[in-house]
C-alpha cells in the first residue's frame, strides 16, 4: 500500500487545472481586451497560493553556544536612597476633598 499524503493529492489537483486551463481556452485574446492579463495576475496569484501553501516551513536555525553559560548576565543596581523619612501624607476621596492621612515613606 502506498503512503498519500494530502500534499500529493493537492500537486496532483494543481496540475490537472493547470493541464484543463490551457485547453479551455475558447475565444483569442483581441489586443485592447485587459481581460487576458487581468485573469493571467488573479491566475498566477491562484497558483502561487496553492504552491506556497504546500512548502514546508524553515527548520529552527540551530542553537547558540556562544557564551559560556557559567558567566552571570548583567544585571542594573539603583544606587540607595540618599535620605529616607516617613511623613503623614493626606487621603482624598473621590471629589478631593481630605478623608484623612496616611503614613508614608519618602525619600530624596
Known sequence: MT??????????????????ATLATATPAAAGDPGAAIAAG???FALGALAGSSARPAPPPPPYY???A???APVYEAPPPYRCWRERRPVFDEYGDVVGYRRARVCE
Not at 503512503?3 to 496532483?12: K, L, V
Open 3 to 20: 503512503n498519500t499524503t494530502p500534499r500529493t493529492f493537492a500537486g496532483a489537483f494543481v496540475a490537472l487545472a493547470i493541464g484543463a
Open 42 to 44: 488573479i491566475g498566477g
Open 66 to 68: 556562544g557564551a559560556p
Open 70 to 72: 557559567y558567566y552571570p
